[in-house]
């Protein structure tokens, strides 16, 4: 679990901090991972509610990453797509749809148009 919430505060502090010193490809291993911690520990409500008094909860961030992912890899053979579907082994979306509105999939959208522009 410890592991769990240290990757967690790293992404949260890079995502939603003026401070925060990751950019988009570090937060994309700092994501691969939490979900290799997560995959590996006993989680509880307790883990999915970590960061709850912050910009989003842990099951937001990993929701909001899917779809940021799902919406902006750059093919089956790039870095994205590959985070995608590791995050897609926490989270499979069924039949819901995009989350725009999630406080994670808006920080990574913003990090992802800085970095490629908005063509």
């Known amino acids: 679990m410890r592991n769990i919430q240290r990757y967690f505060n790293v992404i949260d502090k890079a995502l939603f901090r003026i401070d925060g010193n990751l950019d ?21 409500d307790a883990t999915w509610s970590i960061g709850e008094c912050g910009a989003c909860t ?5 929701v ?31 039949m819901s749809s995009s989350e725009p509105d999630n406080a994670a999939y808006q920080a990574l959208d913003q990090m992802a148009l800085a970095l490629h522009g908005t063509d």
């Open 24 to 44: 988009y490809t570090r937060i994309q291993d700092a994501l691969r991972g939490l979900v290799r911690e997560i995959n590996t520990a006993e989680t509880d």
């Open 58 to 62: 842990l099951s937001d961030l990993i």
């Open 64 to 94: 909001g990453a899917f779809w940021h992912f799902a919406d902006w890899h750059g093919g089956q053979s790039s870095y994205e797509y590959e985070t995608l579907s590791i995050l897609g082994d926490l989270f499979s979306p069924g």
